[in-house]
């Protein structure tokens, strides 16, 4: 029987099986839930309830073999499983999405992209086509695509957003910076890279105000 994983628990097994996966490149072929907390400053409890959600491979006083245990998390998080997508909004995130091969690597296929814009139709650098987005229903419902990523401007995501719905799709990656309202069956993950830009400011100001009252202090 598969176990329940959390949101949460989901959210960090990618932080694990990067770190692995840097390990497995040095031949390290076991590794404990410790090292990996320690590493990466988590709590080890928290790996430990982590690791224990996705494998059953752990060993006191050994750990997990590295191997075996990047394999139980990849299950986990599909990438065992290529999943086809579509994508709306053919501008240079779009088009940069659309040639990073990478995505494979997690599970991902982005099968074509869709655009209003006539200028940009046809083949892009990665050999992937680029169409009008009239034509998005029909190949959605014909190669059962259940992903859309979005990369529209905010005055038209909703607008795409139902587009893709009455598509099929099911699950949503959102790039642009607005809320999206969808059936409560549809998974929608929005990308705030506002949010993310002001936590990096926020540690730069705090950072900066701390080293000034030092150097007025030595002062």
């Known amino acids: 029987m598969k176990r329940s994983i ?38 080890e409890i928290q790996v430990r309830k982590d690791l224990a959600a996705v494998s059953s491979g752990g060993k006191p006083k050994v750990g997990y073999v590295t191997e075996d245990l990047i394999k ?24 940069a999405l659309l040639s990073y091969d990478g995505f494979k690597g997690y599970g991902l296929n982005i099968v074509a992209a869709f655009d209003v814009c006539g200028d940009v139709l046809g083949s892009n650098d ?3 086509q680029i169409l009008a ?19 529209v401007p905010a005055d038209s995501a909703q607008k795409v957003c139902d587009m893709l719905v009455e598509s099929g799709i099911l699950a949503i990656w959102n790039f642009a910076p607005t809320h999206l309202s969808a059936p409560e069956n549809i998974l929608i993950k929005s990308e705030n890279m506002a949010s993310s ?3 990096l400011s926020m540690h730069l100001i705090k950072n900066i105000d701390s080293k000034k009252g030092e150097m007025d202090n030595e002062e």
């Not at 139980?72 to 779009?94: M, P, R, S, T």
Request: glycine share 8%.
């Open 6 to 43: 959390s949101i949460q628990t989901l959210q960090r097994l990618p932080i694990y099986l990067n770190f692995l996966k840097e390990l497995s490149q040095n031949k390290r072929m076991n590794i404990s839930a410790k090292c990996i907390a320690d590493n990466l400053r988590l709590g």
């Open 72 to 95: 139980d998390i990849e299950i986990n998080l599909g990438h065992n499983n290529l999943h086809d997508a579509v994508l709306v909004g053919a501008g240079k995130l779009g088009k």
């Open 126 to 128: 990665s050999g992937k």
């Open 133 to 151: 987005i009239d034509k998005m229903k029909d190949l959605c419902e014909r190669m059962k695509v259940r992903i859309g990523i979005i990369t």
């Open 197 to 199: 830009l002001a936590l």
